[in-house]
């Protein structure tokens, strides 16, 4: 994929540019499960798996069977 025309706050590229270290570190290690956290920001944001509002218990419900462990 060609991330040379994407503006720098959606390029995936710099995704963990401000990342501490620790948490990139923990994360190599499977300390931390990123899919876990988006799961999680998405349901509190109220939206499906595909970026769309749903509303915050039907995101709860749909996120559920990511969050659950």
């Known amino acids: 994929m ?7 706050d959606l390029n995936p ?3 963990f540019s401000i990342t501490a270290t620790e ?6 290690q499977n300390k931390i ?3 876990k956290l988006a799961h999680r920001e998405l349901a509190a944001r ?13 995101a709860a419900s ?6 659950s462990n």
């Open 2 to 8: 060609d991330n040379t025309n994407i503006p720098d």
């Open 13 to 15: 590229d710099f995704l």
């Open 23 to 28: 948490h990139l570190v923990n994360a190599v």
């Open 33 to 35: 499960d990123f899919l």
């Open 46 to 58: 109220g939206l499906d798996c595909e970026g769309i509002w749903v509303g915050f218990e039907k």
């Open 62 to 67: 749909i996120h559920s069977q990511y969050l």
